[in-house]
């Protein structure tokens, strides 16, 4: 992860400027500059990842122009080989081709990058800033206006606190020019279903996937995996493990007690043979935990909230133990395949009208929890689901085949994999656990507890009443919120609200966002 910030003003303050960007140093720990253009300033925190010389560092200058780019540029080698008849490169950075992709085609570049990415572009022949991210948003970027009306842009949330009256996310798939903003990619809208047969489309998902673990594996620093023992991350490491010529390295947390992907991660481990090092919390570590996880966050939704905590606390100490610097994940399968609670889904076209909403949500929820926990650890996400290649496609197979009519979620993916020795049949076919239960139940009872005995009935009704916007419906919404407010007053609208499963479906109609109340949990949790 790197981090980077723009503020697009002949009058930016400098000194407002280094404090707001300095907040978020953790995200790039090895060098830091700043370049004032005629026009503003532009900042970039590195954490070095590809190409770790020097001369990798950003921003990167062709002619006048500047750019600035969180990213990972995926199959650049060959782009910058065609642009190499015409421009001289000076790095072995993916992101130093940036530049004479702007000059040689404009806005029309975005589209072309096979990316996780944010970006900001300094045109030194307009005096124009363009900032763009990548289709899914999992690199983060927030804009926000100053009192003269100036556009800034920064990583993170916190680093617009006090320049800015209101903090919002950029929009995924889009790139702001001109004042606008504008989209080049709505990865969730399908034009044409794809009615592919159930093993072709297995086939697809199957390939496809491994391809996008495999671009992933790539980097001059050190690669490690987040296994927690579901289906999805153990997937990711299993089609790893295969393309590695050395044993890969994986990490597990949970509570000590009751922690039900610790057993399922270690025996995917063993399947595998990888290098697996396990990380206990304790319910000191929970509770002490909660306000900088809140924090660092920039969310006062509750799913969000409670997965971070374990997943921060693993990445806290992969980051104090081992020289690890990239983490593979197992993020947004679910988004593509199904939720527990899509099996409750009226129909097929309902199930796709889900998934898509969910998709352009992402960057709120599950990505912004990847983001954080692992960036504010200095270490880079990587997350091989949200492959464009395999999204794209994924959303177009017809529903009628992802829809679970076969009494197992996620069917499709389970199936693409079942040949190929990548799993255990206990894990590739185990139902779907919520993370933060997963990790143990008792974390998300500590939680409850807690906000319980911090208010009172009669303060929780008169407290949540303040809030118009994603107003409490729990003590523990009511104090995450508390704490949210205290770091980010009056920016809850950063947030689209609480991630719930859809109320508006029978079965569905819960106060809690857990799996684990839902009347299909089933053998989940065990």
Not at 69 to 77: A, L, P, Q, R, T
Not at 129 to 156: N, T
Not at 264 to 280: F, K
Not at 355 to 384: F, G, T, W
């Amino acid at each position: 992860m790197c981090s980077i910030m723009g503020y697009c003003s002949r009058n930016a303050a400098f000194n407002d400027f280094i404090e707001g960007f300095n907040r978020t140093i953790s995200r790039g720990p090895d060098n830091s500059r700043i370049v004032e253009t005629r026009d503003g300033l532009l900042g970039f925190h590195r954490l070095s990842i590809m190409g770790l010389t020097p001369s990798g560092m950003q921003p990167f200058k062709l002619g006048d122009s500047y750019v600035v780019c969180n990213g990972e540029i995926y199959g650049f080698k060959k782009l910058k080989e065609k642009l190499s008849e015409k421009y001289t490169f000076k790095s072995e950075s993916d992101c130093e081709i940036l530049l004479p992709l702007y000059q040689e085609y404009g806005t029309a570049m975005f589209a072309m990058l096979d990316a996780e990415f944010a970006c900001i572009i300094y045109d030194g022949d307009t005096g124009e800033f363009i900032a763009a991210r990548d289709p899914i948003g999992i690199r983060p970027l927030y804009y926000g206006y100053d009192k003269e009306g100036a556009v800034i842009f920064a990583s993170e949330a916190k680093n617009l606190a006090g320049l800015t009256d209101k903090i919002m996310p950029f929009p995924p798939g889009h790139y702001y020019k001109s004042g606008q903003f504008i989209r080049y990619c709505d990865i969730a809208k399908v034009d044409s279903i794809c009615h592919d047969n159930l093993e072709t489309v297995c086939r697809n998902i199957h390939d496809k996937l491994t391809a996008g673990v495999e671009k992933r594996l790539v980097a001059d620093a050190k690669v490690g995996f987040l296994l927690s023992g579901g289906l999805d991350s153990s997937l990711v490491c299993a089609i790893a493990a295969k393309k590695s010529k050395d044993p890969i390295r994986t990490f597990a947390i949970g509570m000590r007690e009751d922690a039900i992907d610790l057993k399922y991660a270690r025996q995917a481990a063993d399947y595998i043979g990888s290098d697996h090092t396990e990380v206990y919390m304790t319910p000191e570590e929970v509770l002490s935990s909660l306000e900088t996880v809140i924090q660092l966050l920039g969310t006062y939704d509750i799913t969000t909230i409670r997965a971070s905590i374990g997943m921060y606390l693993v990445c806290r100490a992969i980051h104090e133990q081992t020289d690890i610097r990239v983490l593979l994940t197992g993020e947004i399968s679910d988004e593509l395949f199904g939720y527990k609670y899509t099996d409750f889904a009226p129909d097929a076209a309902a199930f796709q009208a889900e998934s898509q909403k969910r998709i352009r949500e992402l960057h709120m929820y599950d990505v912004l929890r990847a983001d954080r926990c692992i960036s504010v650890n200095s270490l880079e996400a990587r997350v091989p689901f949200g492959d464009l290649d395999f999204v794209k496609y994924v959303m177009s197979v017809n529903p009628e085949l992802k829809i679970n009519t076969y009494g197992k979620g996620k069917y499709l993916l389970r199936l693409a994999f079942e040949d190929g020795d990548y799993l255990p049949e206990e894990i590739l076919w185990r139902e779907k656990a919520a993370f933060s239960d997963a990790v143990g139940h008792s974390m998300v009872d500590y939680l409850k507890e807690y906000a319980e005995r911090k208010y009172t009935d009669k303060e929780y009704e008169g407290m949540r009443e303040k809030y118009a916007y994603a107003r409490p419906f729990t003590k523990e919404s009511l104090l995450y919120r508390e704490i949210f407010e205290t770091y980010y007053p009056g920016q809850a609208e950063m947030i689209a609200g609480y991630w719930m499963p859809n109320r508006e479906w029978e079965g569905c109609d819960v106060k809690d966002p857990s799996a684990r109340v839902l009347s299909n949990y089933g053998d989940s949790g065990k």
